[in-house]
């Protein structure tokens, strides 16, 4: 096939041999399968901004660093320049969460370099050697449902004792090889600890994989370990090999917020009305002045 422009680049460098075909084009980025040396990879080519369907949203840039307060104060403004930083760390962002990953033993493709917008990367085949299959394409017995679930939930624990929460996980974001599930697509990771949201998207992602392998093992719609997950997180108790149930109770002494409300409402009715009482106690007091006498009287 003809080789698309932004791939040029890296068969000049050496780092690609020839362009085989395209994979697949997604919300984000066009993924080809191209040939260095004897092995087949993946290189994903981003889309520029405004041919993406996929908005960076706000939520999950937070939390991340950029290299300076300029670079920081043109991203916030929206320049040109800020806009292109912006773009730039957004792609980045999933280089550096895929050598994060692979680092700490998660089964994501094996990254191998990134030049000019484009990610060369591990290409994740089936038993014949063809492109892997998504999950969401993959028929399975009640049985290997459950071991799957098991597998992602572990790979999910994993990523959050590296730090991060894939923010988008689904049945479409995950391939099945033949050692297993494979997680992709990670340009919305965000940090644990630093993200205001990160909770919410690990429940979500969490929840994505209940619902998606409780169509073939119900049971599986009913556990929560996103809460047990993050409860230990937060303790400093989770590490890769944690052993989790599934069931999570939440505190019996919760708050009730609208009791909470009710009593600081009363709480403030009884204080306004003890100042009152000793505004009155403290205010001078008023003698009865003696009648007029009677000539003044009219």
Same mark, same amino acid.
């Given at each position: 096939m003809k080789t698309p422009k932004r791939l040029e680049p890296l068969i000049e460098d050496g780092l690609i041999d020839e362009v085989l075909r395209p994979l697949m084009s997604g919300k984000e980025a066009a993924v080809y399968v191209v040939r260095c040396g004897e092995e087949l990879r993946c290189a994903k080519v981003y889309k520029e901004a405004n041919k993406r369907s996929f908005r960076q949203a706000a939520e999950y840039q937070e939390g991340r660093s950029v290299r300076n307060s300029r670079q920081a104060r043109a991203m916030a403004k929206g320049t040109k320049y800020g806009r292109k930083e912006q773009e730039d760390a957004w792609q980045n962002a999933e280089v550096a969460a895929l050598f994060r990953l692979a680092n700490a033993g998660v089964r994501v493709p094996?990254?191998?370099?990134?030049?000019?917008?484009?990610?060369?990367?591990?290409?994740? %085949?089936?038993?014949? +050697?063809?492109a892997a299959p998504r999950l969401n394409d993959v028929v399975m017995e009640p049985e290997l449902a459950?071991?799957?679930?098991?597998?992602?939930?572990?790979?999910?624990?994993?990523?959050? %004792?590296a730090g991060l929460v894939h923010g988008d996980l689904s049945e479409f974001n995950v391939l099945v090889g033949p050692d297993g599930p494979v997680i992709i697509d990670l340009p919305q990771a965000v940090d644990a600890a +630093?993200?205001?949201?990160?909770?919410?998207m690990l429940e979500r992602d969490v929840g994505n994989m209940a619902a998606y392998f409780g169509r073939f093992a119900p049971e599986l719609k009913y556990t929560h370990y996103a809460?047990?997950?993050?409860?230990?997180?937060?303790? +400093?108790?989770?590490?890769?090999?944690t052993p989790l149930t599934g069931h999570f109770d939440d505190p019996e002494d919760e708050a009730d917020v609208d009791s909470?409300?009710?009593?600081?409402?009363?709480?403030?009715?009884?204080?306004?009305r003890r100042e009152a009482g000793r505004a009155a106690q403290d205010a001078p007091q008023q003698r009865d002045e003696p009648p007029p006498p009677p000539w003044e009287q009219a």
């Open positions: 094996k990254p191998y370099d990134f030049l000019d917008g484009v990610l060369l990367m591990e290409m994740v %085949c089936d038993e014949d +050697g063809d459950r071991d799957f679930h098991e597998f992602l939930i572990r790979q999910i624990v994993m990523m959050l %004792c +630093g993200n205001n949201h990160a909770f919410r809460k047990e997950m993050w409860a230990l997180y937060e303790d +400093g108790k989770l590490h890769p090999d909470v409300l009710r009593e600081i409402a009363d709480a403030m009715r009884e204080q306004e």
